[in-house]
Nanobody, 123 residues
Framework: QVQLVESGGGLVQAGGSLRLSCAAS????????MGWFRQAPGKEREFVTA????????YYADSVKGRFTISRDNAKNTVYLQMNSLKPEDTAVYYC????????????????WGQGTQVTVSS
């Protein structure tokens, strides 16, 4: 059981950067794989990126490769999403998610979700 709270969203011009944070409760944070998803207006929620519990493995959607970086600080129970070279198409509500003890970052469902933080990229 874990509670997740996202922060760091906001309004930024195209080409700019934002860093999102997701703070998690509990003492077993390192046991959770963490992911970022996003949902744009009128669209389905989509996978963005994920990181293993140790931070040694990451996976990125093609749409964000080379622009976004996921990282985590297990001592702070926090996962980050550094977003660079932002595009208007990145505008969405961004959600962090967690799953415990998974062998896959993308193939099994995420069990716990934050409330989301709005990212708006102006053109």
């Amino acid at each position: 059981q874990v509670q997740l709270v996202e922060s760091g969203g906001g309004l930024v011009q195209a080409g700019g950067s934002l860093r999102l944070s997701c703070a998690a409760s509990g003492r077993t944070f390192s046991g959770y794989a963490m992911g970022w998803f996003r949902q744009a207006p009128g669209k389905e929620r989509e996978f963005v990126t994920a990181i293993s519990g140790s931070g040694m493995s990451t996976y990125y959607a093609d749409s964000v490769k080379g622009r976004f970086t996921i990282s985590r600080d297990n001592a702070k129970n926090t996962v980050y999403l550094q977003m660079n070279s932002l595009k208007p198409e990145d505008t969405a509500v961004y959600y962090c998610a967690a799953k415990y003890g998974s062998n896959s970052l993308i193939r099994t469902p995420y069990d716990y979700w934050g409330q989301g933080t709005q990212v708006t990229v102006s053109s």
